[in-house]
């Protein structure tokens, strides 16, 4: 058998307890925040640009900008 079929099979067999796992520890933010989805704030060439908020049900009033971009110019 060769290494490739070999770490197939045991792979195969590991995905459902990585799976049960990772779904172990997920917690359920719905219960603490309110999520907004495709939230547009502006337009560029026609295009809608989205973000999403998740707004805290409790908080102090501060807040995290968390920015990803390949295309972001100064």
């Known amino acids: 058998m060769?290494?490739?079929?070999?770490?197939t099979i045991l792979s195969l067999l590991l995905l459902p307890a990585a799976l049960a796992w990772a779904q172990e520890g997920k917690k359920d933010y719905n219960k603490d925040c309110?999520?907004?989805?495709?939230?547009?704030y502006g337009h560029k060439y026609a295009l809608a640009m989205t973000m999403d908020i998740v707004q805290p049900k409790k908080g102090n009033g501060a807040?995290?900008?968390?920015?990803?971009?390949g295309a972001m110019f100064t």
């Open 63 to 69: 807040g995290i900008a968390w920015i990803v971009s």
């Open 34 to 40: 309110d999520v907004y989805t495709d939230v547009v």
């Open 2 to 7: 060769t290494t490739t079929a070999r770490l």
